[in-house]
């Protein structure tokens, strides 16, 4: 009996290892087949029951299933399981996470055990939304139901269309999106803080076209350089003065070892240390050398970096200089003769329009003689060492000389001497029109879109006298209130602005109502100056909150205009009253004027200064000079009396004029 029972349980442990063996077999050849989504094969599949699904194992196998029937089993076998995903494996550390190549599935929708479905370790095509149900086609008849069962499915084979496809498997994954193409929405409208472009449906909206970004972004490459620059230079400046100071230390005391503390405290502190500006530097120059020199960096360099200390040799521009200023003395000279020739001629007609062709020229000639005065200013700074370039705020990389600058007064110069020459050397038909002439090729000159004639100078004096003319619109640099302050120099040859457009839209038909005495207009144009000036305080006040001395500087230019303003009512109406209104506000004019320019302007007026009654700190060593400006000023701030006192001659002759 124990022999018997032995020999059984070997046959039956023989009979165990098969069946493991072909379990083993057809799980590898399961794992071995490709099941991708789109080359699954649905006619495969034959359901003769909803609620049936193959599965592997026969139902007498399956736990909890033991009283199913043959039947049963049989209608079992004939089902196939609809695609899992994985089942959660114990012990797993993606127990909680579901999505997108997750070995954790979600809970089931139809009513089958859990127990029943097989664990499947394979992961969803990459080619396919994980989110898209794409296992089972929409629009065949094995699609499931609300409930989760699956449909049956009939035979496509019997409602084939002429041209259809019958492989299976061919081309499903592009049928399954076409009918699922009218169940996907349409996307809704952009949400308007998304600023993107469509690169494939529309091409890109340039806002700035490509020459303008190129010119903009080059300019701000070099004013970048220029910044640098400026950085750079106040570092060096900074190390010089403390070499400076301490040398002279030294030197005063005595020191030993000299220049210890430059070696011990200045030589290593940042500012000398630092080679991040001039990592900047070398960048630009090649970012400037390689977009926009062609990689040339020496042309790249000569552009970005300023002149200044550079050494030129002006002296074409001194000879140029000397040939057309000497061109117009020669030519005015002989010009002015002519005129006053014609002064005592004994046409009338003559005679008064040469008066005020001296008179128009007369006011050219005086703007000459202070363009002249500040080249001479220039030339002065220059000596003296002062960096008049940084605080005109002058472009290091287009400042001119003193002497490229005076080549444009010696041109005019030359313009108005030749004028005058050919004005009053014939008596013609052209005789009035000369002036036009003049100061239209002034004009040309000056605004000339070329770039010839020192263009980038021109630019900066055409913007410099637009922000004068919107003067309290732009903040106040020092160009814009010493420009004004020139100008407020310049009151007679403002009123000839007045005085050439009036003679013109006249036709030179009775010139003597277009003069100071007559003109209501001459005395307005007069009084622009100090009214840009008072904008300019204005502006300064409003910038600063700062009263005094804003405030007060307007108070000044006030009594000016009023004064002004008075001074052409007096000459019109010559009543005692506006007589004496004039008076008042000149003699106060005068006065606010001269302390003005005593005590804010020049400093002077202390009276414990250890230099009586000027200031600590003189840039003239002998101080005479200062005491006789002293003087001198309130005598010519006072030259009002003049009209007050000679009341019949106030419109002055046409020499003096001139």
């Known amino acids: 009996m124990n022999l018997h029972r032995h020999t059984l349980e070997n046959e039956v442990c023989k009979g165990g290892k098969k069946k493991i063996k072909a379990i083993a077999r057809a799980l590898r050849h399961v794992e071995q087949a490709s099941w991708t989504p789109g080359r699954r094969r649905f006619s495969q599949i034959s359901a003769t029951r909803r609620d049936s699904i193959q599965f592997p194992l026969t139902p007498n196998e399956i736990p909890g299933l033991g009283s199913v029937t043959q039947r049963h089993a049989g209608n079992w076998a004939n089902q196939a399981a609809p695609e899992r995903s994985p089942l959660r494996t114990p012990a797993s550390r993606f127990d909680q996470t579901e999505g997108y190549g997750s070995i ?85 409208p952009r949400p308007s803080f998304i600023h993107r472009i469509d690169f494939v449906t529309r091409k890109e909206y340039q806002s700035v076209p490509y ?48 220049g210890r503390y430059m070696t011990e405290k200045v030589n290593k502190a940042w500012f000398v240390q630092s080679d991040i500006v001039e990592n900047h530097l070398v960048a630009v120059e090649d970012l400037y050398a390689r977009y926009f020199e062609r990689g040339n960096r020496k042309a790249a360099t000569h552009k970005l970096r300023g002149k200044a200390g550079i050494p030129t040799d002006y002296s074409p521009n001194s ?31 003559v005679k008064t329009e040469t008066s005020y062709l001296l008179q128009i020229y007369g006011g050219y000639f005086l703007i000459l003689v202070h363009f002249f005065l500040f080249c001479l200013d220039c030339r002065v700074w220059t000596l003296s060492k002062i960096n008049y370039i940084f605080v005109f705020e002058y472009d290091t990389r287009h400042v001119l000389d003193w002497r490229q600058l005076s080549e444009l007064p010696c041109l005019f110069s030359l313009l108005l001497g030749l004028c005058m020459w050919l004005n009053f050397r014939w008596i013609n038909s052209l005789y009035i029109y000369w002036p036009v002439v003049l100061i239209g090729l002034t004009v040309i000159t000056l605004f000339l879109p070329a770039r010839i004639l020192y263009y980038r100078s021109r630019l900066w004096w055409a ?10 619109l732009y903040p106040v640099e020092f160009r814009d209130f010493f420009l004004g302050d020139m ?83 007096y000459r019109i109406d010559k009543s005692t009253t506006l007589r004496g209104i004039f008076i008042t506000f000149a003699c106060l004019n005068a006065i606010y004027a001269s302390v003005w320019d005593l005590a804010m302007d020049w400093s002077l007026c ?14 003239f060593r002998r101080r005479w000079v200062y005491y006789v400006a002293m003087i001198i000023d309130p005598i010519l701030r006072f030259n009002w009396i003049l009209y007050a006192i000679f009341i019949h001659d106030i419109q002055h002759s046409a020499v003096l004029s001139f």
Not at 221 to 247: P, T
């Open 104 to 188: 954790v599935p979600p809970r089931p929708s139809h009513t089958i055990s859990p127990s029943l479905v097989p664990s499947s370790l394979q992961l969803p095509d990459p080619a396919i939304d994980p989110d898209d149900n794409y296992f089972t086609p929409r629009n065949e008849s094995s699609t499931l139901h609300n409930d989760g069962l699956l449909a049956p499915y009939t035979n496509k084979q019997k409602n084939l269309r002429p041209g259809q496809n019958t492989q299976p498997g061919r081309g499903s994954l592009r049928k399954q999106i076409r009918d699922r193409r009218p169940t996907i929405g349409t996307p809704g």
């Open 211 to 258: 020459t303008s970004a190129k010119r903009k972004l080059k300019l701000a490459l070099l004013e970048f350089y220029r910044g640098l620059e400026l950085l750079k230079s106040y570092a060096d400046l900074n190390r010089k003065a403390f070499r400076k100071m301490n040398k002279k230390y030294d030197k005063v005391a005595y020191s030993r070892p000299t």
């Open 319 to 349: 000879f140029r200089n000397g040939l057309l200023l000497a061109g117009g003395l020669v030519f005015g000279a002989q010009g002015l003769a002519y005129a006053i020739g014609h002064l005592f001629s004994d046409e009338v007609d």
């Open 463 to 472: 913007y410099s006298h637009w922000r004068l003319l919107l003067a309290g």
């Open 487 to 569: 100008y407020c120099s310049q009151t007679y040859a403002m009123g000839n602005i007045a005085l050439f457009f009036c003679l013109y839209a006249n036709k030179w038909d009775n010139p003597p109502m277009c003069n100071s005495s007559h003109s209501r207009i001459f005395g307005f144009v007069t009084t622009i100056p100090s009214i840009w000036r008072g904008f300019q305080c204005l502006r300064r006040y409003y910038d600063t909150r700062n009263a005094f001395p804003h405030l007060v500087n307007f108070g000044k230019y006030s009594f000016s205009i009023l004064y002004y303003l008075t001074l052409s009512l």
């Open 606 to 619: 202390n009276p414990y200064s250890k230099n009586p009654y000027l200031r600590d700190f003189l840039g």
